[in-house]
Every structure is written in C-alpha cells, then in structure tokens.
C-alpha cells in the first residue's frame, strides 16, 4: 500500500458537503483507505480571484492504485460529483488534487507528483501540516511543516 497525500478544494454550491461526498467516494473504492484528515479551512481563491471563497482541506489515504490509475479515479470522482472543467482556476464544484505519492517523482503532460504548486499554496501547505506535518518533499527535501513556515515567513 502507498501512503498518499490528496488536496480537496470546493467553491460552489453546499462546499462542505461536496468535500464529504468526495471523500466518501474515495473509501468507495477497495484500492483506497482514508486514513486521516485535516480541519475544513475556508481560502481566498488563488490564481482567479473573481469567484466565491474555497473550502479546503487534505486527506491521508492508503492505496494500492498506480499513480496514473489514482488520477483517473479522482477525476471520475470529480466528473460523477459535477466538476466541469471550464476554465483554469475557475470556480469548481470539487477539485481533487494528488499532493504526494510515497516519495515519488514523476512528470507526466497530465500529472506531476510531486504536485508542481504545491509549496507555494497555504491553502494546501496548512491543512496538510496538520495531517503529515514530517512528511518530506522529495523533490525540496522539506517536510511539509518547513515548507509551511517557509511560504509564511515569505521565503
């Protein structure tokens, strides 16, 4: 089983809900074991700021999918919850993130694990400290708590 590291976001419609209906699809699956999770944080949008505020939060799950198998199940999850991708960082229904993966590095023309932003988004670092605050980032060799107090003191 691999330990990875999901980031769950939502702007429209009943967030909070839609973050449970995502995470109740994810234990859905055989393949997947949620094992912990963070506290609800509501974010200012990132990248368009002209949309409603986010509800944000992580999940630590357990999986025996493949990382390219992972991001087709969350995606199906997106699209059965009613994620329509319109545009970039564009108000979302559900948006399901892969943080981390074991200590995996891969880049892919659809996925990046490390995920790419990941350290320059309080909106992911916060809620996953709580969860995997020494968990280290393969790629910056930072656990996610320096990476956090990072971000915050502005380095």
Not at 100 to 121: G, N, Q
Not at 145 to 151: A, F, G, I, T
Request: hydrophobic share 35%; proline share 5%.
């Amino acid at each position: 089983m691999a330990n990875v590291y999901l980031g769950l976001g939502s702007n429209l419609g009943d967030r909070e809900e839609n973050l449970e209906k995502a995470i109740d699809a994810l234990n859905d699956f055989d393949e997947i074991d949620v094992k912990d999770r963070s506290r609800v944080l509501e974010t200012e949008p990132y990248g368009k700021t002209d949309q409603p505020e986010f509800m944000n939060m992580c999940v630590a799950i357990e999986t025996r999918m493949s990382p390219l198998s992972l991001l087709e199940t969350v995606l199906g999850i997106e699209h059965s919850l009613g994620r329509v991708r319109e545009e970039v960082w564009g108000p979302r229904i559900i948006d399901i993130d892969i943080l981390l993966y074991e200590d995996l590095e891969l880049e892919l023309d659809d996925l990046s694990i490390p995920h790419k932003e990941m350290h320059k988004r309080s909106f992911v670092l916060e809620p996953l400290a709580e969860i995997a605050p020494d968990v280290k980032h393969p790629t910056l060799d930072k656990t996610v708590l320096q990476l956090k107090e990072d971000l915050e003191r502005g380095d």
